[in-house]
């Protein structure tokens, strides 16, 4: 029988259906998800609206190379016209993340005509070729190099480092709040000066928003938090309400000089993908997500708070929004497991950080169920550490 290869540590439970912020496994057991598909369910599982216009577009049309109009793509542009990113007016739309990363990278090269790329200690931009190369994890890079270059890498929320970035850089790629790195939120200073250098060396500033964008730090783009204004954006995850779709966001200056050929996708911004990236536009204007994210990520940072802070094996609570990370002193995967019996699904990320990415959906009983399960396991975790 064939293998499916799944890179990922198997959580040992099959999972079969999934509503709002629930999902289901093949015994009836309900789990409360935060772990949200790496964060791409932040419109909740099963939306209503998603789901009518994927079904109408795969009755109509599904399949059609962007060599084509449709319908739904004018419906889209519309839709995206009032959450796109301010000034960022021209859209290629990709499959997934790291395809986003890829073209924004090449842009730079293209526009800046120089190669070298400032990334920072800690960032994940995701795993194909290029955009490994912008990635710090040395355990997912090594057995890849040489990978694409110059790279260089520096110490993030660090103003000082900024002094490298000069009249060689094309680009620089950065996350608002770092995801897989740990969820370290980026410092506003840090965040105006990145700007001020960039754009005074000319450098282009790409804005990593496939984990934060669409809503979910509490404004419909994190970089909006800092009072910037970046060249590039790239978004995935919650954009396509579930379906695999991603986007880059360019402004005119440089949307003017890319040229026919310069960048291609058998899939990108086909009518499916087009209809879910409506779809959510339409969800997260009437549910306005991006203020409930707000709410509901203050509301849960103040629970996890007043229930986890005392531990001692706990260093930092922290987040933006509905991207919330519990640091702690040790390795959380025993936590981790012990969420998960609880029935609550959560994500690791850095070395040392249980991270939670909620649907919008999020209930104040939900966040009372997640910290008491994750109560229970940070306790668990701090006597068997005492234990040893
Ligand atoms: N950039 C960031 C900031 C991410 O968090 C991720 C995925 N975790 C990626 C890029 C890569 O996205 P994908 O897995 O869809 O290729």
Redo the contacts with the bound molecule.
């Keep these: 029988m064939i293998k499916l290869l799944k890179f990922y540590q198997d959580r040992g439970i099959k999972i079969v259906r999934g509503e709002g912020q629930y999902v289901w496994d093949e015994r009836n057991n309900k789990y409360l998800d935060l772990h949200a598909g ?2 791409v369910a932040f419109l909740g599982h099963g939306n209503k609206i998603v789901i009518d216009y994927l079904k109408k577009q795969m009755e109509e049309i599904s399949t059609l190379s962007l060599a084509f109009d449709t319908p739904i793509r004018e419906e889209m542009i519309k839709e995206l016209d009032e959450l796109k990113p301010e000034n960022l007016d021209n859209l290629f739309l990709l ?7 890829e073209l924004a990278l090449k842009i730079a090269r293209k526009i800046t005509k120089r190669r070298k790329v400032v990334a920072f200690k800690n ?6 070729m290029g ?1 490994l190369s912008v990635t710090w994890n040395k355990k997912y890079r090594e057995p890849f190099e040489p990978l694409v270059g110059p790279v260089e890498f520096l110490e993030y929320n660090n103003i000082d480092s900024l002094k490298s970035i000069t009249e060689d850089t094309a680009a620089v790629i950065v ?1 608002p709040v ?3 790195g740990g969820v370290i939120p980026a410092k506003k200073e840090f965040m105006k000066n990145l700007r001020e250098v960039t754009e005074k060396v000319n450098a282009i500033l790409i804005m ?5 964008g669409f809503g979910r730090t509490g404004k419909i783009w994190a970089h909006q938090h800092f009072d910037i204004k970046p060249d590039i954006v ?1 978004a ?2 919650a954009i396509g309400g579930g379906f ?1 779709v ?1 986007a880059v966001f360019l402004p005119d200056w440089i949307g003017e000089k890319i040229e026919e050929g310069d960048h291609g996708s058998t899939y990108g911004g086909n009518p499916l993908a087009a209809a879910a990236v409506t779809a959510a536009c339409k969800v997260a204007k009437s549910e306005k997500i991006a203020e409930q994210a707000q709410k509901k990520g203050e509301l849960f940072m103040r629970i996890l708070k007043e229930k986890l802070e005392d531990y001692k094996i706990v260093r930092e609570i922290r987040g933006l929004g509905l991207m919330i990370g519990i640091d702690l002193k040790v390795n959380p995967s025993m936590a981790i497991k012990i969420l998960q019996d609880e029935k609550v699904l959560s994500l690791k990320a850095g070395l040392t950080t249980i991270r939670f990415l909620p649907p919008y959906l999020i209930a104040q009983s939900d966040m009372e169920w997640a910290s008491d399960a994750a109560r229970k396991g940070i306790s668990e975790t701090e006597s068997k550490r005492v234990a040893s």
């Excluded at 499959?95 to 990363?101: C, F, H, L, T």
């Excluded at 960032?123 to 194909?128: L, T």
């Excluded at 990593?208 to 934060?212: K, N, R």
């Design positions: 790496h964060g499959n997934s993340g790291s395809e986003a990363v960032s994940f931009h995701g795993r194909s955009a996350e770092q995801g897989e990593d928003e496939v984990q934060t790239t995935g995850k695999p991603s």
